[in-house]
């Protein structure tokens, strides 16, 4: 569901063109940038771009540019020096300005007219942007000088992904995941920002009290930690129960639309969202009609680019429970011209944790979206994989076929004998093959059963005499 609301607060975007990236790929970051700041609830008013060599170690920007984010954002537009800084009522004062230039009152006429000749603002309130957004990872002091050059307040990539993840996570253990990496980045930045946000909760009053500070929030992770391990093994029980089923995972870059195909496939109604990273939980339900034995999907976390590291880590073992499937479909949005970039961020991810070797199928969605131009030469680069439509009908029907066959072709027909003893172990069967036929004799149940390999080693075992 959409909110129309009419006071989304005004963001700027900084993003600073390296060398080696080129423009179209540069756009593409910061385009998708933007739509991160969206799904935070922010109107991206403007975006300030500039070519370098690297960030510039104080504020990211070169001086003129810096100069330029702040005629937007209503700041200083320069890195108050340290002998300004100590002058804490001059700071007061500025803080107190840009604060001001935050606001939407109505007696800033003064700004206003500053703003005329560069600004794109329409003509409603003279709105400023109070959040500068980099699409670079910085230092707290990057953060900090920003800051102050612009009176508003900072965030860079990471920053905003683990508070997309901070409201998103639903789960008990999509929660802990997200505080452990959300813990892990606020640490380093305690002690800069002291005072500046209460994001990051620093306190500032001298040396000790930071590193004690900063004690506090390790031995919460710490604790965060326990508690997680615990949960992760309750489900590892659970898992190992499931562990010779069927089991397919969609899996791929945020937005694709697994959760969407989730829905087709199962009949259940998993959260579609045209959100980035609306889904942080692995849900697995049964494929709908039902099959035999039953074939379960998982819909799990999407990718980025530049995903912190910390995400990954927390993520993995939520995505562990899907890699255990023994086959990964993955998903992209083949109507976003950077599809292949997004395929490449995924699977370098699954390969950094181990998943390359899992045999998958490539699915090409949204073609609804292409016209019949582009879905032929789409066609033509990737011969083996299935061109689709969540929305259509048909070609979900036909995707479920072709995961049946996939499983249909790996399983086997084999005998089991199950003696009467062991008649209460029926249902197992039941849960991971297909019974074909049986006969009674004086031994007990004589069966024939299709299934995986493994899961038919695994009956033996449990029926073995
Ligand atoms: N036109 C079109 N839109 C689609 C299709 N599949 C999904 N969408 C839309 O794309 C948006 C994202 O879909 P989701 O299914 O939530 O994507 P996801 O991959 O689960 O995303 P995350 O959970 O955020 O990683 C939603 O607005 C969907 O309605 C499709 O085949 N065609
Ligand atoms: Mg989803």
Do not use: C
Not at 52 to 58: K, N, P, S, T
Not at 80 to 108: C, H, Q, T, Y
Not at 159 to 168: E, L, Q, T
């Amino acid at each position: 569901m959409s909110n129309p609301s009419p006071a989304r607060p005004l963001a700027v975007l900084v993003g600073v063109q390296l060398p080696g990236v080129s423009d179209v790929d540069h756009e593409a970051d910061l385009a998708e940038l933007g739509r991160l700041v969206h799904t935070l609830g922010f109107e991206v008013a403007a975006t300030v771009s500039q070519k370098r060599d690297a960030l510039a170690a104080a504020a990211v920007l070169g001086e003129g540019k810096l100069k330029e984010l702040a005629d937007i954002t209503g700041g200083k537009g320069y890195v108050p020096s340290a002998a300004k800084e100590r002058k804490s009522k001059a700071r007061d004062r500025w803080k107190a300005e840009a604060e001001a230039a935050g606001d939407a009152s109505p007696d800033s006429e003064r700004e206003l007219d500053e703003d005329s000749d560069g600004g794109d603002e329409n003509d409603t309130a003279p709105r400023k942007p109070t959040m500068v957004i980099v699409d670079h990872d910085i230092t707290p002091s990057q953060a900090r000088n920003l800051e102050r050059a612009t009176g508003a307040e900072v965030l860079d990539r990471t920053g905003v992904i683990v508070d997309i993840f901070h409201r998103h996570a639903h789960s008990r253990e999509a929660r802990l995941q997200v505080e452990i990496a959300r813990l892990n980045y606020v640490v380093p930045r305690m002690r800069e920002s002291a005072g500046s946000s209460e994001r990051q909760r620093g306190r500032g009053a001298g040396e000790a009290a930071l590193e004690l500070d900063r004690r506090k929030v390790r031995d919460r992770i710490a604790e965060l930690r326990e508690e997680l391990a615990a949960i992760l093994k309750q489900q590892a029980n659970r898992r190992s129960a499931r562990r010779d089923q069927l089991r397919v995972a969609l899996v791929g870059y945020t937005n694709a639309g697994k959760s969407s195909l989730m829905r087709a496939l199962t009949g259940s109604e998993v959260l579609v969202a045209d959100k980035l990273f609306a889904t942080l939980d692995t849900t697995v339900r049964a494929l709908h009609p039902p099959t035999k034995p039953r074939l379960l999907v998982s819909d799990t976390v999407g990718f980025i680019k530049k995903l912190p590291h910390d995400l990954v880590a927390s993520f993995r073992s939520t995505l562990d429970e899907a890699l255990e499937a023994s086959l990964l479909l993955y998903v992209v949005d083949a109507s976003d011209p950077t599809y292949e970039a997004q395929l490449d961020v995924t699977r370098s991810v699954l390969a950094e944790i181990g998943a390359d070797a899992v045999p998958s199928m490539l699915l090409l969605n949204k073609v609804d979206r292409l016209d019949d131009d582009a879905r032929r030469t789409l066609v033509r680069r990737h011969r083996d994989a299935i061109a689709l439509s969540a929305h259509d009908p048909k070609d979900v029907a036909a995707l479920r076929q072709t995961i049946i066959d996939h499983f249909e072709e790996a399983m086997i027909d084999e005998e089991l004998i199950v003696p009467y003893a062991k008649q209460s172990h029926v249902s197992e069967i039941y849960e991971s093959a297909r019974v074909i036929s049986e006969d009674y004799d004086e031994s007990g149940a004589r069966l024939r059963v299709r299934a995986l390999p493994a899961a038919i080693a695994r009956l033996r075992r449990v029926f073995a005499a």
